[in-house]
């Protein structure tokens, strides 16, 4: 199953910088060779179900045997059967339609 | 990995009301064995991480097989490794320390 | 705007048990007076968007003035004009779709 | 209060296309004049949290009026009381982090 999905990876540590958990995170991610796009609050990555979740699961593994205590992650997970729609198609989709709707204005 | 996780599953189905694919969501998920709990903005199910996101992905496909055209799910996902702790401790650790304060009020 | 939201505030306070400012944060959207129901992942409450949202602004401030240095908060808002449905309705709603189909099996 | 936001407007309007619907809340998101960042499976906003929250708000309303009948939005919402760091310093951290474990490895 083709899926979107968007991860944000909380690290409750012990300490108030969580910026080395956070990139590992997203490095575990972009290792599946999947599209991945860092945002400010998260990353989305874009692929198969099983390959997405197997990542996810191996952060959570690698950051408590890296020493962290707790993790808290939130996730968004998207799927659809209608057509085909990466990340960059979803990006495209909204800034035409602003850029339409601009136009019409 | 042992986890505790919340979902809530948004199926996109032209119809205004989801309350049929929302409790077949729910169903599948208790469908695990393990232990959940229902709430207004969606489940809390508590397990292992491999049979509960196959579960969610049988969540997927099945809503899919009927029919809905997208789904848009939130989930989170929390672990840890200093304790064990289910839902119902989560509750009752809440609940302590809301009443101890109380009494200290 | 009467609205439905699901909130779940973590704390990074640099301990491993967050309970108490957990605990703080659902008291403190108690004291709304509006109906809330607690959860193993988060706390449910219904009412109007914009005392919601001030409430939930009372507990960043109130857990950075007791040092809590980072929160990460996640929120789900749901929002509808065709019909009044509130926390337990959406329960009754699940839960009666859910033994209808029992029945029908 | 100076916090960063992630916000997924998912309408729920009876067509499986709602890039139109999308792209309006990402232009009121704009409309603040705070700075904002589109990806695949949201926006972040960073700013003023009453300035945000009243933005949102005006989504949810011009959605509806628009005959949206429901809306499910979810929302990261992070404070911090460390340091100021916004959208473009959380990109930057990431990547640097990464960046120096490349050249470690």
Redesign the interface.
Known sequence: ?K????I?V?P?T???S???E???A??ILEETGLPV??????T?I?GD??TI?AA??KV??TL?ERGV??????????????KEQ???D??K??????SG?EEAR
Request: glycine share 8%; with cysteine; aromatic share 4%.
């Open positions: 199953m899926v979107i999905v968007d944000c909380v409750m012990g300490r108030v969580v910026r080395q956070v990139a590992l997203h490095r796009l860092l945002h400010g609050y998260g989305n874009e179900y099983d979740f996810l699961k959570h593994l408590h205590a707790r993790i808290s992650t939130t996730i968004r997970l998207g799927s659809r059967i209608d990466g990340i960059q979803k990006l989709a909204v800034r035409e339609a602003n709707d």
